[in-house]
């Protein structure tokens, strides 16, 4: 069933429904189980782990391969770091976890035609899966959105909204259009969290069982975060692991609401004043999971990070030197790595994860902006 955090009703799972009538997003309550039994699906795909999605069983997976990705290790602020590397996923995000098992369940329900709105990558991830489930997509994005993140949208066939103004001017026009479609929101649906969840399944496979003792993510929308933290407890309750990771959420200083809010001990997550940052992944000011995500930073036993742009640039570029070319948001993480080893937080013998969630490639424009622009800005080597 879905069941609604705010007003504790539920409803079932076989109609469409994007959120509560009180207009609080939902959480999935799938009756799901968690097993090491392969499903006979294709292996290479997060539906190895379709019994934990809490689906039907009659629902055909619409799937790119996603997941199933690698885990190196890099050093990072002098520490040895493993790196989950998400955006070698289809579309060249993490996104596509959530985005099968969503399209998926649409698809079961019918729906033919679907809105979304993203600062880029969640967009893409819709569009492509959407296209892969025949079902007619438009996708709404601010206007500074990278060019290549809007190019992909429309190439994989989507109606491309450009809207002037903030992240938040594009979910209002994306939700008054929503009025006559279905809002296939990635910010909305516990089933794309569901999909999420398999990002932990997989670093405890790759670890031979254990989990990592730290999990460093970025924190915009908070898929990600709830995605890790649901996995891990998944796993906890089946018996793998004996520890959930704690988790450090790592945002950048110019769009910080979640920890203004973590620092003074709210239990919901109030809106801030934004400005622009390097990475816009995560420049979310009014996340619609708030609550869920200090939840979930706190039952943790969590901390939350900022970083400032500089650092997220010289991040991206070190990342690229030792061979993973992300792009800015996916470099937000680790920068925070260095403050977390001054503050004495990471012991010498606990490991550190963090997902790599997009590809450089995509950020190109912004990029090259950053770095090759001559006379731009005057602290920046010209290419080398
Ligand atoms: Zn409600």
Not at 33 to 39: E, G, V
Not at 83 to 110: F, Q
Not at 115 to 126: C, E, H, R
Request: aromatic share 8%.
């Amino acid at each position: 069933v879905f069941f609604c955090p705010s007003c504790r009703r539920r409803f079932s799972t076989s109609q469409p429904r994007w959120r509560c009538d009180c207009h609080s997003y939902l959480l999935g309550e799938f009756n799901a189980s968690l097993s090491h039994a392969p499903s006979g699906e294709d292996q290479r795909s997060i539906w190895r782990f379709r019994e934990s999605f809490g689906l039907s069983g009659g629902a055909r997976p619409v799937t790119l391969g996603e997941g199933s990705t690698p885990l190196v290790t890099r050093r990072i602020a002098g520490r040895e770091v493993l790196c989950k590397l998400d955006y070698l996923c289809p579309t060249g995000s993490y996104k596509d976890r959530g985005s099968s098992v969503m399209i998926t369940k649409l698809k079961e329900w019918g729906i033919g035609e679907i809105v979304d709105d993203s600062s880029g990558n969640a967009g893409a991830s819709v569009a492509a899966y959407a296209a892969a489930a025949g079902i007619r997509c438009r996708i709404f994005v601010p206007t500074s959105t990278s060019a290549g993140k809007a190019a992909q949208i429309a190439m994989y066939g989507a109606d491309l909204v450009r809207v002037p103004g903030t992240r938040e001017d594009t979910e209002r026009a994306a939700l008054q259009a929503a009025s006559d479609t279905f809002y296939a929101s990635h910010n909305w649906s516990p089933h794309f969290l569901v999909g999420m969840k398999t990002v932990a399944y997989e670093i405890v496979e790759q670890l031979d069982g254990k989990a990592p003792d730290w999990v460093v993510t970025p924190v915009g929308g908070g898929s990600l975060l709830l995605g890790l933290y649901d996995g891990f407890r998944d796993m906890l309750r089946a018996g793998w692991i004996t520890d959930v990771p704690r988790i450090a959420a790592v945002q950048s200083t110019r769009c910080a609401p979640v920890y203004e809010a973590w620092r003074k001990n709210l239990c919901d997550v109030p809106a801030v004043a934004k400005g622009e940052t390097a990475a816009e992944g995560i420049a979310i000011a009014a996340p619609v999971r708030g609550r869920s995500i200090l939840e979930a930073i706190r039952g943790s036993k969590g901390v939350v990070y900022t970083v400032e742009e500089d650092a997220i640039w010289q991040m991206t570029r070190s990342l690229a030197e030792q061979s993973l070319y992300v792009e800015p948001t996916a470099a937000a993480a680790p920068a925070a790595i260095s403050s977390m080893v001054a503050d004495g937080l990471l012991q010498a013998d606990e490991r550190v994860a963090i997902v790599l969630t997009g590809i450089g490639l995509k950020a190109t424009d912004k990029i090259v902006e950053h770095f090759f622009f001559e006379g731009r800005r005057g602290n920046n080597a010209p290419p080398r």
